[in-house]
């Protein structure tokens, strides 16, 4: 990658992640991703689209001894990922390759978790980012239909596909989950008490036979408005950011 690259610390420092500086850059929402995975020692976690590796090295850095793999098509960001991983000492899988067009040994293998960070807009309605590997990261360019059919593929019996997305693709999310998968939970997040949810956590089993759950809405700053130029977490988000705590999004 010929651009100038930073190095970030995430969880309080005990992740580190090195990323563009003009490119796509991971914010919270890889963090409280991979906070929200239920995963145990010795499960196995694959994550499509991991761009520089943020999610599952967040999970990595909780949960130890996890089998992760990870599919990146940008072969920029699958090379961070892997620097990243042994910035991190972690066992890293990353595999470049398109996620609808996976590698044949890949087809072969079942997760106990699959977790994703799609792309958030839809480029048929909006506006082209500038750095092409911020606009392969953000603009959707493979349907989100795709995105589920390979997780439903990828995960085990009794398996978890998890997705963290915009509020406002919720419906594209739930018409696109594919019969296979059940007990269906979603996570709304507000930015402030009174406002709208902006982001969801929506999490399926393989075979999930359980009604849908909309959860309460999870708070991520103080207050109505924000005040004053610092850091206003939510003392349950800052734990989750800073601490490497887990999310309290029930399995």
């Not at 520089?52 to 990595?60: P, Q, R, S």
């Not at 398109?98 to 072969?108: A, E």
């Not at 978890?160 to 406002?168: G, L, S, W």
């Amino acid at each position: 990658m010929s651009q100038k690259i930073t190095e970030n610390e995430y969880l309080g420092g005990k992740v580190r992640i090195r990323q563009p500086v003009s490119g796509y850059r991971a914010g919270v929402d890889p963090v409280l991703l991979a906070a929200s995975i239920p995963a145990k020692s010795g499960q196995s976690i694959l994550e499509l689209g991991t761009g520089v590796g943020t999610a599952a090295l967040c999970l990595a850095a909780r949960v130890p001894s996890l089998s992760l793999s990870g599919v990146e098509i940008q072969s920029d960001y699958a090379a961070l990922a892997r620097e990243n991983a042994e910035l991190n000492a972690a066992a890293f899988d990353v595999i470049d390759a398109d996620l609808s067009n996976l590698p044949g040994d890949l087809k072969q293998q079942r997760f106990d978790h699959v977790i994703a960070n799609p792309p958030y807009f839809d480029r048929s309605t909006g506006h082209s980012a500038t750095d092409a590997g911020r606009e392969r990261a953000m603009g959707e360019d493979t349907p989100l239909s795709v995105w589920l059919s390979v997780a439903a593929k990828r995960v085990a019996p009794k398996g978890y596909v998890t997705f963290i997305h915009r509020a406002e693709r919720l419906a594209d999310l739930l018409a696109c989950i594919p019969t296979s998968l059940g007990s269906i939970q979603v996570q709304p997040f507000i930015p402030r008490s009174g406002r709208d949810a902006n982001l969801i956590l929506v999490r399926a089993r393989h075979s999930g036979r359980a009604p849908l759950r909309l959860h309460a809405p999870i708070q991520l700053h103080m207050g109505a408005l924000h005040v004053k130029d610092a850091e206003d977490y939510t003392p349950e988000i800052k734990s989750v950011l800073r601490d490497g705590a887990a999310l309290k999004f029930p399995a």
